[in-house]
């Protein structure tokens, strides 16, 4: 089955710096990336849809700015929050969808912003 | 309105019996459906897809569609312990567009 890579799976970071997570397709070509983010005990909230070779497209109340999201190649996105705060603790979650492919969801990200 | 509505529970169900799982979602032009797993600190995993009417089995897991009600639905037959998670209801709301809307989830406890 399809796989996506999703790195790294805890993080640590201190309060204003930047961290950066990846999230690759093993073995299909994903052509869409979501980045979604969820708290303790509620759903995934979608953040934003990345087409690769194309600008992110944010969902309302997401700031482009502080979660800079990059789709460089079919088999690799990013996402980096920067300037973290403690707020942005949180359980990050990429999905990948390629030509007949159904969603397939990375491991996930535990960032605690300290 | 909730876009996809799903009841979170807590479900309570003994081993061995069948869960039934609800979700129903707001849009009726909604061409995809899909039933994913959730534990506890880890990522989704997809158990189940469905894009026409009726029911879709794969082994104890049967989803229904009935998109003239908007509503889909998951059975888990022969209810196991390890089925104990969070089930995420996600419909593909926008029709030529990718993204997935997800319903608040289920919990699921199946009770030994």
């Known amino acids: 089955g399809a796989v996506v890579s999703q790195h790294p799976s805890r993080v640590i970071c201190k309060s204003g710096t930047s961290v950066k997570i990846e999230c690759r397709s093993l073995?299909?070509?994903?052509?869409?990336m979501f980045w979604y983010r969820q708290f303790p005990k509620q759903s995934l909230m979608l953040m934003a849809t990345?087409?690769?070779?194309?600008?992110?497209?944010?969902e309302q109340g997401v700031e482009k700015d502080k979660f800079l999201i990059n789709h460089a190649s079919l088999t690799l996105s990013t996402l980096t929050v920067t300037s973290a705060h403690p707020e942005d603790s949180s359980f990050y979650i990429c999905?990948?969808?390629?030509?007949?492919?159904?969603?397939?969801f990375g491991s996930g990200t535990r960032l605690t912003v300290v | 309105q909730k876009e996809v509505e799903q009841n979170s529970g807590p479900l309570s169900v003994p081993e061995g019996a069948i869960a039934s799982l609800n979700c129903t979602y707001s849009?009726?032009?909604?061409?995809?459906f899909f039933w994913y797993r959730q534990y506890s600190g880890k990522s989704p995993e997809l158990i189940m897809s469905?894009?026409?009417?009726g029911d879709k089995e794969d082994g104890r897991f049967t989803a229904q569609l009935n998109k003239a009600s908007q509503y889909v639905s998951l059975l888990i037959r022969d209810s196991q312990p390890s089925d104990s998670a969070t089930y995420l209801c996600?419909?593909?709301?926008?029709?030529?567009?990718?993204?997935?809307?997800f319903g608040t989830g289920t919990r699921l406890t199946i009770i030994p």
């Open positions: 999905s990948a969808a390629g030509t007949g492919q159904a969603y397939t």
């Open positions: 996600a419909v593909n709301l926008d029709f030529g567009n990718e993204k997935l809307t």
């Open positions: 469905i894009y026409s009417n």
């Open positions: 849009d009726r032009v909604s061409q995809s």
């Open positions: 073995d299909f070509q994903a052509t869409t």
């Open positions: 990345s087409n690769e070779g194309s600008k992110a497209t944010y």
